[in-house]
């Protein structure tokens, strides 16, 4: 069952997968930190030592250029986890689910959001970082999240020299390890 330690990482990887800010490299050690404290994420920890390998000589502007392709502009990679699954009506019914959900548990999906999309993995991790009720969490993380961040990360298999790779990589070794210590 997660803890109050696997909120915080929940949180830490959201905040790596928004648009890269000049603090990054920071926030990727803090976030490698959280997960060796926790014990329990090796193999994401190895992932994340990778990712910030990666950034040791990549401008900001490059870092962020590349976000913006690999996220931004290539449905492939997209972060909004609706899209991975469903095609159409079914996402459209998830999404609208999604924030009635986010309404009825008090988030503030506008705040977190910024404009983004409900499905929209940063916005999904900051939700499950907050959220009460495990049951709905673990549901969720079942029924959405794992499934469609496996796809995402199976996209990348097919593009390796990406640099968020490792990134989507170590989010889902934290994500499947949640559901499958459930299960």
Do not use: W
Request: net charge negative; proline share 3%; with cysteine.
């Amino acid at each position: 069952m997660m803890v109050t330690k696997e909120k915080s990482i929940y949180d830490s990887l959201a905040g790596l997968l928004q648009h890269p800010r000049e603090d990054i490299k920071l926030r990727v050690d803090e976030c490698i930190k959280m997960l060796n404290d926790s014990g329990a994420y090796p193999d994401a920890v190895d992932d994340l030592k990778h990712f910030l390998k990666d950034l040791e000589n990549m401008p900001l502007d490059d870092l962020q250029g590349y976000y913006s392709y690999t996220f931004e502009l290539t449905a492939e990679h997209t972060l909004d986890l609706g899209h991975h699954l469903y095609d159409g009506f079914k996402r459209s019914n998830t999404l609208a689910s999604l924030k009635a959900m986010y309404r009825e548990h008090n988030f503030p999906v506008d705040e977190v959001a910024k404009g983004e999309l409900a499905d929209h993995l940063p916005v999904v991790l900051r939700f499950l970082a907050v959220c009460k009720d495990e049951d709905l969490k673990m549901d969720l993380l079942a029924t959405l999240v794992n499934m469609a961040v496996e796809k995402l990360m199976k996209s990348f298999e097919r593009n390796p020299n990406n640099v968020y790779g490792h990134l989507v990589n170590a989010t889902y070794r934290v994500l499947d390890k949640d559901v499958k210590e459930v299960q």
